[in-house]
């Protein structure tokens, strides 16, 4: 499979590349100085695009194209300079441009730049929504996956030139935190007017060419006409089986105030924030490593539902519900308030009946378990900031956070055979309450240099409650003949100083001071009850009273030699520990380094290595490495047996933004060592990612009489994409061998796509993921999972659009396997003067032949959803109704 996956990609690049013209040449100024991030256009006679690009640091730009036409229009455009077309013969061939600067009048650059699909400036690229927009788009999210260089992945993450995105500001202001899916799935598509791209980006201006930062961040601009309105859309949506989609929002950027409003509801499995993120602490200077672990034994964990390969909205069990609100406040020039607030509550209730049947001698015997599931996670969380910068260098900060979690769950299992029937009950019930408030101070010197301190202090509440009832007990409390009751209760508090010195001097060169200190304290207790007394056994009871100071002093550079950067790091550290009445004090020192060598302005190799000492968590200490005795492993783990932890990294990376090619390959080497534990791993990764996209698409949908025409307009769009790993790990005790072992595992992806005339698409897939586990040349189990998928798309003009999609899913083990037949279509239809549009849904389950594993009963679904809309305008007030 791996050789027919590289073999496939490879003969989709020979296809893409066949019988293309190539343009190259170099763009310079008046004075011989080398133009960077100049666009690059070629136009046909009625304006439409055939390709675009942008010169590199020295200048030069490549431009690919299929000669569909003689002659084509070559444009060079670059803010500050005049502007150059010039027509040309469509073959290969060289072409220089010089461009002379523009007299300085801003208005005119400004309206003209505004018609440019993309314009480049330092760190900034700039996109033109209409320029890539067909009138299909109903969200930000829809626009995003257009643009080239802007990828969005299954799960709504959004990625330009194969980084991650930080946050999405809306006219330069941060929405609803880090949660940016809560703008990028509710803001209506229609109200966009350009999009900006943000390189290397900090989080105040203070800091800009100072820190050393890899951020990433979208800004934004909404059209002329709705910036000085107050703006929103609603969907009502509603289908077959009782199913329902409800969406609202409403923006207002008005002056000084900037408001965003968004309320959601669905039963249809869909969810509307695919990852809500809340950092209450710092995790990179300091965090619990228990809070997502539940100390002493826990009887019985609560199962999860899922099937691998089958998406989320296939579940009808999900009702979800969100409201959402955030508001900016600048109250005087040097004044402004941020506050922030979500409320999210699911209701997700499955069921599962596994049916086994064993052949004996005499009978078959049959057994039946039903289980039944149902959760009710509620969160709530509010943040408010008030920023005041007395003068242009200077910024205070005050930020509090406040969080509530609850999550309410119940399990029922019934199991039935001729001999006996039992059923087993579990409620579990988790809360979590959390504050922090934080302090910052930003002060930038002349000289590029600024100097950073935030202190906080940040206080948490994890009460959790597991109730059990079952016969299964009997036999361990036979005085028992009720409820089982394990009751975990873990308290937190840190207070943390941060304190940051950085500068910068000539082009590149730059260096950071970094020094932290925490004090944590974090008691746990884990204690068990039954109906008649609480359950001595120190097997079922544990406490612990934590405390840890940890202190910090961290050193940075980064020293560029002509396409070589290197990056220079090393951190000492003080830990001082105490628990249970005892007290050990250990330092140690982790140095790192690295080097990138940029081979030109979109390939680049990076190398890394770093070496860390890890801390004691508390989780170690309540339930032991490798002895029995946690307090006994305290004193080991604290004074000798510490882990030392060895990384290696060496990385490739090549990114075409503009025709989104991306290829990137990894290898990584780890090791963990101690005095009493060896434990060396090694993880080989490899990674092929690549897209070659259709050419600009023809706003033309007139058919063509001429076979001629027909047969240049057939164009084909490939995706591959290979992840494939090896790692092997060893662990021993005193030179004697525990384990030994292997992990083995194969990810691809080939996706094929043909455009005839821009009206019918043919895309057919096929994806498969295969893993095993291997330990002392032994399988410890398999997983395979492959989805062909076909798909046809139909758009015979502008008003309708038809899509008709197959897919198979099948997924199996060692020991079981599941399969499922999917079928889904969409009609839409959308007038010319877009005031309101029709769409039909349908998503159907056709079969699901051989489900040996379990048998599904009320959890994938066959659906017809109906919803339209109506957009109407009234008093500046814009409202669109589906």
């Known amino acids: 499979m791996r050789i027919l996956l590289l073999v496939g990609g490879f003969l989709c690049l020979l296809s893409h590349a066949f019988g293309q013209i190539r343009i190259h040449g170099n763009v310079s100024s008046t004075a011989g100085l080398p133009l960077v991030g100049c666009v690059v256009l070629v136009s046909k006679a009625d304006s439409s695009i055939l390709a675009y690009t942008t010169t590199d640091e020295k200048g030069w730009y490549v431009l690919e194209m299929d000669p569909d036409t003689t002659h084509v229009l070559l444009t060079i455009n670059n803010l500050g300079f005049i502007s150059q077309s010039r027509w040309v013969s469509a073959e290969s061939q060289s072409l220089d441009f010089v461009l002379e600067k523009e007299p ?43 643009l080239p260089g802007i990828r969005v992945d299954e799960n709504g993450g959004i990625s330009f030139k194969g980084k991650p995105i930080e946050k999405i500001l809306l006219e330069g202001d941060e929405f609803f935190s880090k949660n940016y899916h809560l703008l990028s799935k509710n803001l209506s598509a229609q109200l966009l007017g350009t999009i900006e791209a943000i390189e290397n980006a900090s989080d105040t201006p203070l800091l800009k060419g100072i820190e050393r930062s890899d951020k990433t961040v979208l800004n934004v601009k909404l059209r002329e006409d709705r910036r000085k309105v107050i703006f929103g859309t609603a969907d009502v949506a509603a289908g077959l089986t009782q199913r329902y989609e409800v969406r609202a929002n409403v923006f207002s950027l008005i002056d000084r105030l900037k408001l965003g409003v968004i309320g959601t ?97 005499q009978s078959p015997l049959i057994i039946q378990d039903t289980q039944q599931l149902e959760t009710r996670p509620r969160l709530q969380v509010s943040q408010m900031a008030l920023e005041y910068m007395p003068s242009t260098t200077t910024r205070w900060k005050w930020e509090g956070n406040w969080q509530t979690e609850r999550i309410n769950s119940a399990f029922d299992i019934t ?97 950071a001071f970094n020094a932290n200190f925490s004090d944590l304290r974090e008691s746990l207790s ?37 396409k070589l950067e290197f990056f220079l790091g090393a951190s000492v550290h003080l830990v001082q520990l105490q628990a249970s009445g005892e007290e050990t004090t250990f330092r140690y020192l982790n140095p790192m380094a690295g080097l990138t060598f940029r081979i030109n302005q ?15 968590s508390s989780t170690n200490l309540m339930n032991g490495y490798v002895l029995s005795s946690y307090r006994s492993f305290q004193r080991g783990y604290a004074g000798w047996n510490r882990l030392k932890t060895s990384y290696f990294a060496l990385n490739f990376s090549n990114t075409d933004w503009l025709h989104q090619f991306s290829m990137h390959t990894n290898f990584t080497y780890s090791s963990e060592k101690s005095p009493y534990i060896q434990r060396v791993g090694v ?73 005839f005339d821009g009206m019918i698409n043919l895309e057919a897939g096929y994806e498969v ?78 079969n699901s032949p051989n489900a040996t594993y379990s048998q599904l009963t009320n959890y994938l679904i066959s659906q017809s959803t109906y919803h339209w809309c109506l957009a109407t305008s009234c008093y500046g007030l814009i409202f669109n109704f589906k």
Request: proline content about 5%.
């Open 526 to 562: 884990s204690r068990l009850f039954s109906q008649a007394q609480t359950v001595e056994n120190a097997d079922y009871r544990n406490e612990l009273a934590y405390r840890k100071k940890h202190g910090s002093l961290e050193a940075q550079t980064t020293l560029p030699w002509g």
């Open 683 to 755: 993880n080989d990764r490899f990674t092929f990612k690549s897209l070659i996209p259709t050419p600009f698409p023809n706003d033309s949908y007139e058919l063509a009489t001429d076979l001629s025409k027909y047969l240049p307009a057939l164009q084909l769009n490939t995706i591959a994409r290979l992840i494939a790993g090896w790692n092997s790990y060893q662990s021993m005790i005193n030179a004697s061998t525990l384990n030994r072992g292997a992990v083995r595992s194969l990810q691809g992806k080939l996706v094929l796509r043909t455009a």
């Open 265 to 361: 509801a669905n039963n249809t499995g869909r969810n509307p924030i695919p990852e809500v993120t809340y950092d209450l602490g710092k995790e990179e200077n300091e965090s619990s490593p228990v809070q997502d672990s539940n100390p002493g034994q826990v009887l019985i964990q609560k199962p999860g539902f899922t099937v691998p390969g089958v998406a989320a909205e296939r579940f009808n069990q999900n009702r979800v519900g969100l409201g959402a609100a955030n508001v900016t406040l600048t109250i005087s020039p040097k004044v402004k308030m941020k506050a922030f607030t979500y409320r999210l509550g699911d209701r997700n209730p499955q069921q599962i009946i596994n049916r086994y049947t064993y052949v004996l001698e």
């Open 415 to 511: 199991s039935s055979n001729p001999a006996f029937t039992e059923q087993l009950q579990q409620k579990m019930f988790s809360r979590q309450e959390g504050m922090q408030q934080q302090l910052g101070y930003i002060h930038r010197f002349p000289g590029r240099r600024a100097l950073t301190v935030d202190a906080y202090f940040q206080q948490q509440n994890r009460p959790q409650e597991l109730r059990i009832r079952s016969d299964r007990f009997k036999a361990l409390f036979p005085e028992n003949t009720g409820e089982i009751t394990q009751s975990i209760a873990n308290q937190r508090q840190i207070w943390a100083l941060q304190s940051r010195w950085m500068g910068a001097w000539g082009d590149r060169r730059k260096y």
């Open 769 to 846: 993921l295969w893993s095993d586990v291997r330990e002392t040349g032994v399988s410890l189990g398999y997983n395979r999972l492959s989805k062909p998928i076909v798909a046809l798309k139909m758009n015979p003009s502008k008003v309708w659009f038809f899509i008709l999609t197959s897919e198979w899913t099948r997924l199996k083990t060692d020991a079981v396997q599941n399969q499922f037949y999917f079928l889904d279509g969409l009609v839409r239809f959308l007038p010319p003067n877009r005031k309101f549009s029709l769409e039909l849904v349908g998503k159907n389950l056709l």
């Open 602 to 616: 979109d390939t680049k190799l990076g190398a890394f290595y770093g070496r860390n000492q890890s801390q004691p």
């Open 104 to 146: 300085v009048d801003l208005k005119p650059v400004l309206v003209k730049g505004e018609l440019l699909p993309i314009r480049v400036w330092e760190d900034t690229t700039i996109f033109t929504v209409q320029k890539f927009a067909d009138g299909s788009e109903r969200v930000l999210e829809d626009v995003l996956k257009k």
